[in-house]
DNA sequence: GTAAGCTATATGTAAAGTACATATAGGGAG
DNA sequence: CTCCCTATATGTACTTTACATATAGCTTAC
Protein backbone atom coordinates (compact mmCIF):
# COMPACT_ATOMS: atom_id res chain seq x y z
CA UNK A 1 0.00 0.00 0.00
CA UNK A 2 1.10 3.76 -1.01
CA UNK A 3 -0.72 5.61 1.62
CA UNK A 4 -1.40 4.78 5.26
CA UNK A 5 -4.52 5.23 4.69
CA UNK A 6 -5.19 8.29 6.06
CA UNK A 7 -8.53 8.63 8.23
CA UNK A 8 -11.44 10.14 6.25
CA UNK A 9 -12.18 12.89 8.75
CA UNK A 10 -16.37 13.25 9.40
CA UNK A 11 -19.15 13.14 11.80
CA UNK A 12 -19.18 16.28 13.28
CA UNK A 13 -17.78 17.68 9.97
CA UNK A 14 -19.14 16.26 7.31
CA UNK A 15 -22.57 16.67 6.69
CA UNK A 16 -22.57 13.88 3.67
CA UNK A 17 -21.32 11.41 5.77
CA UNK A 18 -22.86 8.18 5.55
CA UNK A 19 -23.40 8.80 1.79
CA UNK A 20 -20.80 10.66 1.06
CA UNK A 21 -17.77 9.39 3.27
CA UNK A 22 -17.51 5.44 3.59
CA UNK A 23 -20.70 4.46 2.35
CA UNK A 24 -21.01 2.62 5.50
CA UNK A 25 -22.46 -0.62 5.13
CA UNK A 26 -21.71 -0.40 1.44
CA UNK A 27 -18.57 -2.03 2.66
CA UNK A 28 -20.46 -5.37 2.63
CA UNK A 29 -21.47 -5.45 -0.31
CA UNK A 30 -18.12 -4.34 -1.82
CA UNK A 31 -16.49 -7.14 0.11
CA UNK A 32 -18.26 -9.78 -1.15
CA UNK A 33 -18.12 -8.51 -4.59
CA UNK A 34 -14.06 -8.24 -4.74
CA UNK A 35 -14.24 -11.94 -3.13
CA UNK A 36 -16.92 -12.73 -5.58
CA UNK A 37 -14.16 -11.18 -8.95
CA UNK A 38 -11.15 -13.04 -7.03
CA UNK A 39 -10.09 -9.53 -6.71
CA UNK A 40 -9.06 -10.36 -2.62
CA UNK A 41 -9.27 -12.92 0.11
CA UNK A 42 -7.86 -11.92 2.77
CA UNK A 43 -8.23 -8.62 4.82
CA UNK A 44 -5.04 -6.42 4.22
CA UNK A 45 -5.98 -7.04 0.41
CA UNK A 46 -9.43 -6.17 0.77
CA UNK A 47 -7.81 -3.20 2.45
CA UNK A 48 -6.15 -2.27 -0.75
CA UNK A 49 -8.65 -3.25 -2.69
CA UNK A 50 -11.53 -1.02 -1.62
CA UNK A 51 -9.78 2.01 -1.47
CA UNK A 52 -9.62 2.10 -5.07
CA UNK A 53 -12.80 1.44 -5.39
CA UNK A 54 -15.72 3.41 -7.17
CA UNK A 55 -18.46 4.14 -4.33
CA UNK A 56 -16.31 4.45 -1.60
CA UNK A 57 -14.24 7.44 -2.04
CA UNK A 58 -12.20 7.82 1.49
CA UNK A 59 -10.25 5.58 3.17
CA UNK A 60 -12.16 2.38 4.69
CA UNK A 61 -10.98 1.43 7.99
CA UNK A 62 -9.56 -1.67 9.02
CA UNK A 63 -11.05 -2.27 12.14
CA UNK A 64 -14.23 -1.94 9.96
CA UNK A 65 -13.03 -4.63 7.23
CA UNK A 66 -12.06 -7.31 9.67
CA UNK A 67 -15.10 -7.04 11.57
CA UNK A 68 -17.45 -6.68 8.83
CA UNK A 69 -15.52 -10.12 7.46
CA UNK A 70 -16.01 -11.33 11.17
CA UNK A 71 -19.90 -10.82 10.72
CA UNK A 72 -19.94 -12.40 7.26
CA UNK A 73 -18.84 -15.23 8.68
CA UNK A 74 -20.93 -15.63 11.32
CA UNK A 75 -23.86 -15.46 8.38
CA UNK A 76 -22.69 -18.26 6.47
CA UNK A 77 -21.35 -15.71 3.74
CA UNK A 78 -18.47 -16.52 3.41
CA UNK A 79 -15.81 -18.69 5.05
CA UNK A 80 -11.86 -18.96 6.39
CA UNK A 81 -8.78 -20.05 6.90
CA UNK A 82 -5.54 -19.91 7.78
CA UNK A 83 -2.90 -19.58 5.18
CA UNK A 84 0.80 -19.32 6.64
CA UNK A 85 3.29 -16.96 4.27
CA UNK A 86 6.51 -17.43 2.89
CA UNK A 87 7.21 -13.53 4.21
CA UNK A 88 5.39 -11.97 6.61
CA UNK A 89 2.47 -13.07 8.88
CA UNK A 90 -0.44 -15.35 8.80
CA UNK A 91 -3.09 -14.81 6.30
CA UNK A 92 -7.36 -15.39 7.42
CA UNK A 93 -8.22 -16.59 3.64
CA UNK A 94 -11.64 -16.36 2.91
CA UNK A 95 -14.35 -18.23 0.17
CA UNK A 96 -17.42 -16.94 -1.10
CA UNK A 97 -20.76 -19.50 -0.42
CA UNK A 98 -23.48 -19.70 -2.52
CA UNK A 99 -25.81 -17.88 0.23
CA UNK A 100 -23.21 -15.49 0.02
CA UNK A 101 -23.44 -15.38 -4.03
CA UNK A 102 -26.96 -14.98 -3.39
CA UNK A 103 -26.78 -12.13 -0.56
CA UNK A 104 -24.43 -9.68 -3.32
CA UNK A 105 -27.04 -10.31 -5.52
CA UNK A 106 -29.89 -9.19 -3.27
CA UNK A 107 -27.75 -5.95 -2.42
CA UNK A 108 -27.54 -5.65 -6.25
CA UNK A 109 -31.33 -4.99 -6.63
CA UNK A 110 -31.31 -3.20 -3.77
CA UNK A 111 -28.41 -0.75 -4.50
CA UNK A 112 -29.64 -0.68 -8.26
CA UNK A 113 -33.26 0.55 -7.30
CA UNK A 114 -31.92 2.63 -4.84
CA UNK A 115 -29.29 4.54 -6.69
CA UNK A 116 -31.86 5.33 -9.26
CA UNK A 117 -34.20 7.01 -6.65
CA UNK A 118 -31.02 9.13 -5.67
CA UNK A 119 -30.49 9.96 -9.25
CA UNK A 120 -34.44 10.70 -9.86
CA UNK A 121 -34.27 12.82 -6.39
CA UNK A 122 -30.66 15.10 -7.48
CA UNK A 123 -32.74 15.85 -10.82
CA UNK A 124 -35.87 17.30 -9.20
CA UNK A 125 -33.61 19.27 -7.09
CA UNK A 126 -31.36 20.23 -9.74
CA UNK A 127 -34.70 21.44 -11.41
CA UNK A 128 -35.24 24.32 -8.44
CA UNK B 1 -52.56 10.59 7.93
CA UNK B 2 -54.24 6.83 7.11
CA UNK B 3 -52.02 5.10 8.85
CA UNK B 4 -50.66 5.42 12.46
CA UNK B 5 -46.82 5.26 11.02
CA UNK B 6 -45.82 1.31 11.35
CA UNK B 7 -42.04 1.15 12.86
CA UNK B 8 -39.79 0.13 10.21
CA UNK B 9 -38.08 -2.76 11.76
CA UNK B 10 -34.61 -3.15 11.05
CA UNK B 11 -31.22 -3.41 12.78
CA UNK B 12 -30.48 -7.09 13.83
CA UNK B 13 -33.45 -8.33 10.90
CA UNK B 14 -32.78 -6.08 7.95
CA UNK B 15 -28.99 -6.26 6.71
CA UNK B 16 -29.46 -3.74 4.21
CA UNK B 17 -30.37 -1.49 6.95
CA UNK B 18 -29.30 2.43 5.95
CA UNK B 19 -29.59 2.17 1.96
CA UNK B 20 -32.67 -0.03 2.20
CA UNK B 21 -35.09 0.93 4.97
CA UNK B 22 -35.40 4.89 6.16
CA UNK B 23 -31.83 5.96 4.14
CA UNK B 24 -31.05 7.59 7.22
CA UNK B 25 -29.28 10.84 6.77
CA UNK B 26 -30.83 11.39 3.67
CA UNK B 27 -33.82 12.61 5.52
CA UNK B 28 -32.18 15.68 5.39
CA UNK B 29 -32.10 16.71 1.95
CA UNK B 30 -35.66 15.20 1.28
CA UNK B 31 -37.01 17.42 4.22
CA UNK B 32 -35.00 20.60 2.64
CA UNK B 33 -36.52 19.39 -0.97
CA UNK B 34 -39.86 19.68 0.81
CA UNK B 35 -39.53 23.07 1.83
CA UNK B 36 -37.98 24.32 -1.40
CA UNK B 37 -41.09 23.15 -3.28
CA UNK B 38 -43.94 24.12 -0.45
CA UNK B 39 -44.74 20.55 0.07
CA UNK B 40 -44.35 20.55 3.78
CA UNK B 41 -43.34 23.49 6.23
CA UNK B 42 -43.90 21.94 9.98
CA UNK B 43 -42.90 18.80 11.43
CA UNK B 44 -46.67 16.78 11.05
CA UNK B 45 -46.80 17.76 7.55
CA UNK B 46 -43.02 16.46 6.90
CA UNK B 47 -44.41 13.11 8.51
CA UNK B 48 -46.74 12.55 5.90
CA UNK B 49 -45.21 14.07 2.65
CA UNK B 50 -41.71 11.88 3.38
CA UNK B 51 -43.17 8.59 3.52
CA UNK B 52 -45.02 8.94 0.22
CA UNK B 53 -41.37 10.03 -1.00
CA UNK B 54 -39.83 7.73 -3.60
CA UNK B 55 -36.50 7.39 -2.04
CA UNK B 56 -37.58 6.47 1.45
CA UNK B 57 -40.09 3.53 1.22
CA UNK B 58 -39.78 2.58 5.07
CA UNK B 59 -41.70 4.91 7.60
CA UNK B 60 -39.75 8.09 8.58
CA UNK B 61 -39.34 8.18 12.34
CA UNK B 62 -41.20 11.18 13.94
CA UNK B 63 -38.38 12.11 16.19
CA UNK B 64 -35.91 11.66 13.40
CA UNK B 65 -37.47 14.51 11.44
CA UNK B 66 -38.18 16.46 14.75
CA UNK B 67 -34.66 16.60 15.47
CA UNK B 68 -33.37 16.84 11.92
CA UNK B 69 -35.55 20.25 11.48
CA UNK B 70 -33.77 21.40 14.79
CA UNK B 71 -30.42 20.82 13.52
CA UNK B 72 -31.00 22.14 10.20
CA UNK B 73 -31.92 25.20 12.32
CA UNK B 74 -28.59 24.90 14.49
CA UNK B 75 -26.99 24.93 10.73
CA UNK B 76 -29.02 28.13 9.49
CA UNK B 77 -30.47 26.47 6.69
CA UNK B 78 -33.91 26.30 8.21
CA UNK B 79 -35.62 29.43 10.05
CA UNK B 80 -38.77 28.40 12.19
CA UNK B 81 -41.72 30.32 13.84
CA UNK B 82 -44.54 29.15 15.97
CA UNK B 83 -48.19 29.58 14.06
CA UNK B 84 -51.34 29.15 16.01
CA UNK B 85 -54.06 26.60 14.74
CA UNK B 86 -57.74 27.41 14.54
CA UNK B 87 -58.47 23.84 15.16
CA UNK B 88 -55.46 22.09 17.09
CA UNK B 89 -52.31 22.41 18.59
CA UNK B 90 -49.74 25.16 17.32
CA UNK B 91 -47.45 24.38 14.53
CA UNK B 92 -43.86 25.04 14.09
CA UNK B 93 -43.21 26.53 10.96
CA UNK B 94 -40.21 26.24 8.57
CA UNK B 95 -38.79 27.77 6.16
CA UNK B 96 -35.83 27.44 3.58
CA UNK B 97 -32.58 29.75 3.82
CA UNK B 98 -30.65 30.66 1.06
CA UNK B 99 -28.18 28.82 3.16
CA UNK B 100 -29.99 25.85 3.05
CA UNK B 101 -31.12 25.92 -0.62
CA UNK B 102 -27.05 26.16 -1.67
CA UNK B 103 -27.26 22.75 1.21
CA UNK B 104 -29.50 20.87 -0.40
CA UNK B 105 -28.00 21.51 -4.19
CA UNK B 106 -24.68 20.45 -2.85
CA UNK B 107 -26.68 17.49 -1.69
CA UNK B 108 -27.97 16.80 -4.86
CA UNK B 109 -24.40 17.06 -6.82
CA UNK B 110 -23.27 14.57 -4.11
CA UNK B 111 -26.75 11.39 -4.64
CA UNK B 112 -26.44 12.12 -8.40
CA UNK B 113 -22.82 10.96 -7.94
CA UNK B 114 -23.00 8.39 -5.60
CA UNK B 115 -26.55 7.42 -7.20
CA UNK B 116 -24.85 6.72 -10.32
CA UNK B 117 -22.00 4.33 -8.93
CA UNK B 118 -24.10 2.67 -6.86
CA UNK B 119 -26.17 1.50 -10.05
CA UNK B 120 -22.94 0.78 -12.00
CA UNK B 121 -21.57 -1.56 -9.18
CA UNK B 122 -25.22 -3.16 -8.97
CA UNK B 123 -24.78 -3.79 -12.62
CA UNK B 124 -21.15 -5.28 -12.02
CA UNK B 125 -22.84 -7.62 -9.71
CA UNK B 126 -25.40 -8.94 -12.18
CA UNK B 127 -22.82 -10.46 -14.42
CA UNK B 128 -21.54 -12.74 -12.19
C1' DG C 1 -68.85 15.92 30.23
C1' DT C 2 -65.79 12.60 29.28
C1' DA C 3 -63.51 9.31 26.72
C1' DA C 4 -61.41 8.33 22.48
C1' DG C 5 -58.84 9.84 18.74
C1' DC C 6 -56.43 12.90 15.75
C1' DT C 7 -53.10 16.70 15.23
C1' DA C 8 -48.69 18.36 16.74
C1' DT C 9 -44.16 18.73 18.99
C1' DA C 10 -40.66 16.98 21.90
C1' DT C 11 -37.42 14.06 24.47
C1' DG C 12 -35.51 9.75 26.91
C1' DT C 13 -32.92 5.78 26.10
C1' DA C 14 -30.94 1.44 24.47
C1' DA C 15 -28.84 -0.43 20.59
C1' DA C 16 -26.21 -0.23 16.55
C1' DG C 17 -22.64 1.60 13.77
C1' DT C 18 -18.37 4.19 12.90
C1' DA C 19 -13.87 6.46 13.56
C1' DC C 20 -9.79 6.39 15.53
C1' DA C 21 -6.38 4.46 18.41
C1' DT C 22 -3.74 0.82 19.78
C1' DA C 23 -1.89 -4.01 20.52
C1' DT C 24 0.36 -7.92 18.63
C1' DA C 25 3.45 -10.36 15.66
C1' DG C 26 6.24 -12.16 11.49
C1' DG C 27 9.72 -10.98 8.24
C1' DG C 28 12.96 -8.05 5.26
C1' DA C 29 16.30 -4.14 4.63
C1' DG C 30 20.04 -1.51 6.21
C1' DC D 1 18.94 -4.08 16.24
C1' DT D 2 15.98 -1.01 14.59
C1' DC D 3 12.75 0.48 11.36
C1' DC D 4 9.21 -0.45 8.36
C1' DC D 5 5.89 -3.18 5.94
C1' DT D 6 2.53 -6.82 6.10
C1' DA D 7 -1.28 -8.68 8.64
C1' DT D 8 -4.98 -9.35 12.07
C1' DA D 9 -7.46 -7.93 16.00
C1' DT D 10 -9.79 -5.29 19.64
C1' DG D 11 -10.81 -1.25 22.87
C1' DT D 12 -13.55 2.72 23.19
C1' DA D 13 -15.76 7.11 22.63
C1' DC D 14 -18.86 9.21 19.74
C1' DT D 15 -22.73 9.54 16.60
C1' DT D 16 -26.83 7.98 14.76
C1' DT D 17 -30.99 5.41 14.83
C1' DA D 18 -35.12 2.98 16.44
C1' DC D 19 -38.54 2.83 19.44
C1' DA D 20 -41.03 4.41 23.35
C1' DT D 21 -43.20 7.82 25.75
C1' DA D 22 -44.77 12.52 27.40
C1' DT D 23 -47.48 16.56 26.66
C1' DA D 24 -51.22 19.21 24.95
C1' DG D 25 -55.02 21.34 21.92
C1' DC D 26 -59.14 20.33 19.59
C1' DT D 27 -63.17 17.32 17.71
C1' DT D 28 -66.48 13.78 17.61
C1' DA D 29 -69.31 10.29 19.67
C1' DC D 30 -71.60 8.43 23.49
Not at 46 to 70: K, P, Q
Not at 77 to 102: C, D, H, N
Request: net charge positive; charged share 20%; glycine share 6%.
Amino acid sequence: MRKRARRGQRSTQDPFAVIASNLSRLVEPVLLYLLATDQAHYGYQFLEAANDFAITDAAIDAGVIYRTLRGLEETGYVVSSWAPSASGPAKRIYELTPAGLAHLKRWAAVLEQRGRAMVYFAHLCADL
